[in-house]
């Protein structure tokens, strides 16, 4: 199966920004709608924001709109989360996801919907 590996995690203070890279292997990006979901301890894991195979089309979640930016460079075979103006809510592990939409334009909106799953990443904002 394919894998997917996030990076660029971390430690910030509120106010800060950071930005996640979601690298996959094993497939061809342009087949997968992507989407990036976080999860902190003891709680559910939660859609952030999804992206469609061809990044025409984008989804967030109310919290992060304005804050958030996802997008995606097939040829690089990799999507990205840019976070500005990060708040404490916003900590959690942070999970890359492919979803296969080889025909479709949706960005799909629930866990079961993606098959491929990374590791995570973690992202702490400090008050």
């Known amino acids: 199966q394919a894998q997917l590996v996030e990076s660029g995690g971390g430690l910030v203070q509120a106010g800060g920004s950071l930005s996640l890279s979601c690298a996959i292997s094993g497939r061809t990006l342009s087949n997968y709608a992507m989407g990036w979901f976080r999860q902190a301890p003891g709680k559910e894991r939660e859609f952030v924001s999804g992206i469609s195979r061809s990044g025409s089309d984008t989804f967030y979640t109310d919290s992060v709109k304005g804050r958030f930016t996802i997008s995606r460079d097939n040829a690089k075979n990799t999507v990205y989360l840019q976070m500005i103006s990060l708040e404490p809510e916003d900590t959690g592990a942070y999970y890359c996801?492919?979803?296969?939409?080889?025909?479709?334009?949706?960005?799909?909106?629930?866990?079961?919907?993606?098959?491929?799953w990374g590791q995570g990443t973690q992202v702490t904002v400090s008050s």
């Open positions: 996801a492919a979803a296969f939409r080889p025909l479709s334009e949706a960005v799909p909106r629930h866990e079961w919907e993606y098959r491929y």
